[in-house]
């Protein structure tokens, strides 16, 4: 069986930035305080953990450790809170997030509602609308009329891990109820990447994996995407969750990974399957 994978999949810039400076703020400090996750991935934050990450729920709780900032952003208010108390930040936002924490801003100064298309519930999401008077987030299309009172006067930012083919459903109709609607494309590159990658993969093998946490959104809409492309796709999030049935008759195999999703979890898979593969043959 051929084994192609991806070449942008895996860890993205941001995800590797905020690793990289957890890391090295517990070899700096011993124990470091996240209030939530850092990345959308169980593993990595295991890892973390039995360095010397400490998970918060509560400012109080740092009791003087530096606070790091998850890369999805921040509330600013816990950002003011964490200040008066003294503490010690690691902002580890991704800059991509940054920038779209800016553009939504721009749009706001400018009298303009800010809709955000992206997941209700997600972090990157909600830390958008913290820095926001008027804004409105939307998931699907149903949103529109179910969450939101659109103004004639209304700016577009999209969650940077956001699916292409959702937000080509949402945009037209925005644009029919708003008359002066000012869109930004806050789609990062490594998702734009991700995504057209995936559906060659989908086109060109008999089966689709996706690695991915199941905490984690870019993984998921990777896998709605590939899923349906290509009906032999499957998605997991380590070895342990591979099942061989998926193989039979697949002589070429496609394999994705979600943003959270770190190398050494991608090469456990593809030495797995190989592994499969040669049992089969013998």
């Known amino acids: 069986m051929e ?10 810039f941001g995800v590797k930035r905020a690793v990289a400076l957890a890391n090295e703020a517990i070899e700096k400090h011993g124990h470091v305080a996240v209030m939530g996750d850092l990345v ?36 600013p208010a816990l950002i003011y809170k964490a200040k008066e108390l003294g503490l010690e930040l690691i902002d580890a936002t991704c800059p991509l997030v940054s920038e779209i924490h800016r553009y939504a801003q721009e749009l706001e100064s400018e009298g303009r509602q800010v809709i955000i298309i992206g997941d209700h ?69 490594p998702t734009r990447q991700n995504q057209k990658e995936v559906r060659e993969l989908a086109k060109k093998n008999d089966c689709v994996l996706v690695i991915g946490d199941k905490s984690s959104a870019n993984s998921t809409r990777l896998f709605t995407l590939v899923r349906s492309l290509n009906p032999n796709s499957y998605r997991i999030s380590g070895v342990g969750e591979i099942d061989p049935a998926w193989f039979r008759g697949c002589a070429s195999l496609g394999i994705t990974a979600g943003a959270s999703t770190p190398e050494d979890q991608i090469d456990q898979v593809i030495q797995y399957i190989k592994l499969l593969d040669g049992d089969k043959r013998k």
């Open 40 to 75: 959308h991935n169980r593993a990595v934050m295991e890892k973390l953990r039995d360095k010397g990450l400490i998970y918060i729920r509560d400012l109080e709780e740092a009791a003087g450790m530096p606070v790091l900032l998850q890369a999805h952003g921040t509330d």
């Open 3 to 12: 084994i192609h994978l991806a070449e942008h999949c895996g860890f993205c």
């Open 121 to 189: 519930d997600h972090d990157e999401v909600r830390g958008i609308v913290s820095r926001l008077h008027d804004a409105c987030v939307i998931s699907q299309p149903e949103d529109i009329k179910k969450f939101c009172r659109i103004k004639q006067k209304s700016g577009v930012v999209i969650q940077s891990t956001q699916q292409f083919e959702n937000v080509r459903e949402i945009l037209p109709l925005l644009l029919t109820i708003s008359r002066d609607c000012r869109i930004i494309n806050t789609i990062c590159e």
